[in-house]
C-alpha cells in the first residue's frame, strides 16, 4: 500500500513538474516568439522595414528620441494606410527600447481628439512630435507642428502637450503662432528699417530690396508680427543648462526660427533669433558635439527628397554657418545617394546614452500614397572638419560606431 501510494505520489509529483515545465515552457516560448521577431534586430538596416515587439512596421514618424532612466522613448506620427494617414486619425505613437535596434510599442502618447472644436480634432495634421523632460516641474513636454482641420498648411501653427511619465498620456494644452509682436534678437539694422517700412505700407525701393538677403522673408516676418509667427516642420532641442529651444520653418518656410521656450518649456519666452535669413530649410535636427552646434536640415521639396544641408555655431543663438552636404553614399534600394539624401529627410539627431558624444542621425522615407508604410534611415554621424559626415550603410550595429 505505501509502495502504492509513495507511486501516486511520485507520478503526480512528476505530472506536475511536467506541467510547470510545459507552463514554463510554453510562457518561454510565446516570448521567444515575440523575441524571435525581435533576436532577428541586432543592427540597423536603413530603408527596411522595422518591425516592433508584435511584428508590426514601427508606425512613428516624423519622430523624435527621448533618453529617460534608462530607457529610449521614440515618439513619432501614427500613420493610417493610405493618403488618408497624411493627416491626424490616431495621434502619437510611442515605443521604448533599451539598445535603440528593438522596440516595443507602447501605444498613443497622445490622442486626436473627437470634438470638434478641439485644435487636435482627428483629421488636422500633427507633424513632427518632440518630447523633453522638464527637470523643474518633473513634467515631459511635447512640441509638434500642428495644422488645423481642413486649412492644408495655411494655419502653421505649433501645439503643445503634457504628461507624468514619458509614455503619456499626454494632455493637449494649446497650439499657438510663436512669438507675437517681438522682433528677432539677430535683426540688423537695415532690415529693421525695412521691416518697419513693411508694417508702415511705405513701397520699398527695388534697389534696396535687391540689397536685403531672404526680401521676401522679411516681408512675411512683418506680415506675422502682431499675430505670431509662422511654425511647420519642428524640433526641439535640452541645452546643457536645462535651458530648452523649439526649432521651426517659418516665414512661409523661408527662414528657420530658432526659439528659447519659457523655463517650464510650455511657452515661447519671445527671445528667437532667424537661423538664416531666406535659407530654405525644414526638417531641422539639431545636436551639440564638443563644443558646437550642428544643425541638419533639407530643402524644400514637400514629401520628396532634396540635398540634406547643415550649419554650425558656437552659440545656439548664431552665428550659424553653412557648411557642406553631410550625407555620402548611396542607398541602394532607390539608387539615391547626397543629391537627395539616400531618398530620405532629416528629422531628429539622436544621441547614444551607451557612447556619450557618438548621434545617430534619424531621416523619414515618406511614403505620401500609402503613409503607414514610410520607412525609416538610422544612420550613424560622423565628426570631421567641424562637421557632420553621414555615411550610408546598408546595415549597421551600434557596436561598430
Ligand atoms: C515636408 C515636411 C513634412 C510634411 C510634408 C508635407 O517638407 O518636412 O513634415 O509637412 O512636407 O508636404
Not at 535636427?285 to 520628396?304: E, M
Not at 534600394?333 to 531628429?348: C, Y
Request: aromatic share 12%; net charge positive; glycine share 10%.
Amino acid at each position: 500500500m505505501k509502495a502504492i501510494n509513495n507511486m501516486v505520489k511520485c507520478t503526480l509529483l512528476s505530472l506536475s513538474i511536467v506541467a510547470v515545465v510545459c507552463w514554463g515552457s510554453q510562457d518561454i516560448s510565446s516570448s521567444k516568439q515575440k523575441q524571435s521577431s525581435l533576436e532577428a534586430l541586432n543592427a540597423f538596416f536603413p530603408s527596411k522595414l522595422w518591425k516592433d515587439d508584435n511584428g508590426l512596421h514601427i508606425n512613428a514618424h516624423g519622430g523624435g528620441v527621448l533618453h529617460h532612466k534608462g530607457k529610449y522613448y521614440w515618439f513619432g506620427e501614427h500613420k493610417v494606410a493610405g493618403k488618408a494617414g497624411n493627416k491626424a486619425h490616431v495621434g502619437v505613437h510611442v515605443y521604448s527600447s533599451e539598445n535603440l535596434v528593438n522596440w516595443q510599442d507602447e501605444g498613443i502618447a497622445l490622442k486626436v481628439s473627437d470634438d470638434p472644436k478641439s485644435d487636435i480634432i482627428k483629421g488636422s495634421i500633427i507633424e513632427r512630435p518632440k518630447v523633453l523632460f522638464n527637470e523643474e516641474t518633473g513634467k515631459f513636454v511635447m512640441w509638434f507642428h500642428l495644422e488645423l482641420k481642413g486649412q492644408g498648411y495655411k494655419a502653421a501653427r505649433t501645439g503643445v502637450a503634457i504628461a507624468d511619465s514619458p509614455m503619456g498620456p499626454y494632455r493637449f494644452l494649446k497650439s499657438v503662432r510663436p512669438n507675437a509682436k517681438r522682433l528677432p534678437l539677430n535683426i540688423t539694422e537695415t532690415e529693421k528699417q525695412v521691416f518697419e517700412q513693411i508694417q508702415q505700407g511705405i513701397e520699398v525701393p527695388k534697389q534696396i530690396k535687391a540689397n536685403i538677403k531672404g526680401y521676401y522673408s522679411l516681408s512675411i516676418l512683418a506680415r506675422d508680427y502682431e499675430g505670431g509667427q509662422m511654425a511647420r516642420d519642428m524640433t526641439l532641442f535640452k541645452d546643457k543648462d536645462g535651458k530648452a529651444y523649439q526649432l521651426y520653418a517659418s516665414e512661409e518656410n523661408q527662414t528657420l526660427h530658432i526659439s528659447l521656450l519659457t523655463n517650464d518649456y510650455l511657452s515661447h519666452s519671445g527671445k528667437f533669433i532667424r537661423m538664416y535669413s531666406g535659407g530654405q530649410d525644414e526638417a531641422p535636427a539639431i545636436a551639440y558635439h564638443a563644443g558646437q552646434y550642428h544643425l541638419l536640415t533639407s530643402g524644400l521639396t514637400g514629401w520628396r527628397p532634396n540635398p540634406a544641408k547643415q550649419y554650425n555655431a558656437k552659440h545656439i543663438f548664431g552665428p550659424w554657418k553653412k557648411l557642406n552636404n553631410p550625407t555620402q553614399g548611396v542607398n541602394p534600394d532607390n539608387g539615391f545617394g547626397p543629391e537627395k539624401t539616400f531618398g530620405g529627410q532629416s528629422t531628429f539627431l539622436l544621441e547614444r546614452q551607451d557612447k556619450p558624444g557618438s548621434f545617430i542621425a534619424m531621416f523619414d522615407m515618406w511614403r505620401p500614397k500609402n503613409a503607414i508604410d514610410g520607412r525609416y534611415i538610422w544612420l550613424p554621424v560622423e565628426f570631421v572638419d567641424g562637421g557632420m559626415r553621414i555615411t550610408w550603410q546598408d546595415s549597421w550595429q551600434p557596436i561598430d560606431f
